[in-house]
């Protein structure tokens, strides 16, 4: 075989067999086929797409590219989660331990924030001393003992994706969706969970920009993970606006450890107990949602949290200190009415720019700065009302502060915004 024929092949709208497929991903991780025939096939699939057949194969393809992990010796049903990708995306540092709370073993593996989205890994490192990387027996003794673990992604699980990814990065070929079903389903699948729930964003700050897409994205993950024998159920979530209030590293977790003390906003407390909900009932634990509220708010959750701090090497005096960037900006709002948009995209892009975030991969991080919202869409505001406070490095210019205000945008009318969109299983 030939790339060239196989990139020629999908550019002509053809269908790849299965042994081509093969061909192109083991060609691709032993670099005999180079990045710059893998960037033009990505983008002959942006353009033509892929059957469900493709998807399933090239899935499978990438699980085999690396090592599976077999969680088989933890007992009970072992769940796992993954986001699409968001901005103050802190569900899993809150989602996991509640879960765990219940004694199901949650066993998870997270990535790191690139462009406008944040990495869970990130928000766990901005805990002094929080160790991400764990051997596979660390990972599952740690499962065994507490029920909870949450690392980074080996570098010997599903090589090809993390050869693509970095070249779909810099290609302009992440957001199609047969590329982010079997570069997420891969992962999912080689990490060994029995069961998985996906939160599929959708909106400006995520991949996916309209409900349809998400919705195809969605079926198509939930097809792979189920013909695999995972039961796999998708939430479509909104991304239009930040998730909670905080974007940024430390802000983050320190709103995570709110939630899980009964401080945190009603609508993102709700939403993470619906999450919640879901993913007991994949382990086959069927919670009331008052007793899933009772574990998210009173200790239940938390010291789940705090174990798996400690076990991986984290400081628990560290974690309750406040943020130590050096100067704080509130924002304050100019007219009466009630807010009606805070773009996850510009604001996820703002927080970037303070350093929360990486433009590049090799960008070093301030965990300290971000944004904290104080109102969130459909709130009323009224003139002079603290809106959000910025955490920064550096003195703001006007410049920044206008842009920042640009988009807070208020209205007459109140927006009602919907965090589960829909569910797909
Ligand atoms: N997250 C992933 O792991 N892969 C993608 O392609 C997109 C989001």
Redesign the pocket.
């Known amino acids: 075989m030939r790339a060239v024929d196989l990139i020629q092949k999908k550019r002509d709208g053809g269908e790849l067999s299965t042994a081509e497929i093969e061909w192109l991903i083991s060609g691709y991780v032993d670099g005999s086929v180079p990045d710059y025939q893998m960037s033009a096939f990505a983008m002959a699939v942006y353009f033509k797409g892929m059957s469900m057949r493709e998807v399933r194969d090239l899935t499978m393809c990438m699980v085999k590219s690396g090592d599976e992990i077999d969680l088989s010796s933890i007992p009970g049903i072992k769940t796992d989660k ?4 968001g901005v103050g995306d802190k569900v899993t540092l809150i989602l996991a331990p509640l879960v765990a709370s219940f004694d199901v073993p949650v066993a998870k593996m997270s ?1 790191r924030g690139l462009g406008h989205t944040g990495g869970t890994l990130d928000k766990l490192e901005s805990i002094k001393g929080f160790q991400i990387e764990r051997t596979e027996e660390e990972f599952i003794n740690q499962v065994k003992a507490i029920n909870l673990s949450v690392i980074g992604q080996s570098d010997k699980l599903v090589k090809a ?1 993390k050869l693509l ?1 970095a070249l ?1 990065d810099v290609t302009a070929t ?2 199609i969706i047969p ?6 389903m891969s ?1 999912k699948i080689a990490a060994g969970a029995d069961k998985i729930l996906l939160d599929v964003t959708v909106g400006d700050g995520a ?1 996916m920009k309209t409900v349809e897409e998400a919705r195809e994205l969605a079926k198509t993950m939930v097809a792979l993970g189920n013909e695999v024998g995972r039961q796999t159920v998708a939430v479509i979530t909104d991304m239009s606006q930040p998730l909670g209030c905080a974007i940024g590293n430390r802000l983050e977790v320190l709103e995570a450890l709110d939630i899980m003390q009964g401080k945190g906003r009603s609508d993102v407390t709700q939403f993470i107990c619906d999450l919640a909900k879901i993913m007991l009932d994949l382990a086959g634990v069927k919670a009331s949602d008052e007793v899933i509220y009772d574990h998210l708010v009173n200790g239940a959750a938390l010291n789940k949290f705090h174990e798996m701090v400690l076990a991986q090497g984290g400081d628990l005096d560290d974690l309750y200190r406040p943020s130590r960037a050096t100067y704080t900006t509130d924002i304050v709002a100019d007219e009466d009415g009630y807010i009606e948009a805070l773009s996850a995209l510009e604001f996820g892009l703002f927080a970037m720019r303070l350093g929360a975030g990486r433009s590049v991969k090799t960008d070093k991080l301030n965990y300290e700065t971000g944004i904290v919202f104080h109102k969130k869409v459909g709130d009323v505001v009224k003139i002079g009302d603290n809106v959000a406070t910025i955490y920064s490095d550096k003195i703001l210019d006007e410049k920044e502060v206008t842009e920042f205000k640009k988009n807070v945008k208020i209205n007459r009318e109140k927006s009602v915004p919907q965090e589960i969109i829909e569910i797909i299983s």
């Open positions: 993954h986001s699409t990708g990535g994706d990814y779909r992440v957001d590329l982010i079903a079997s570069s997420v992962k991949f």
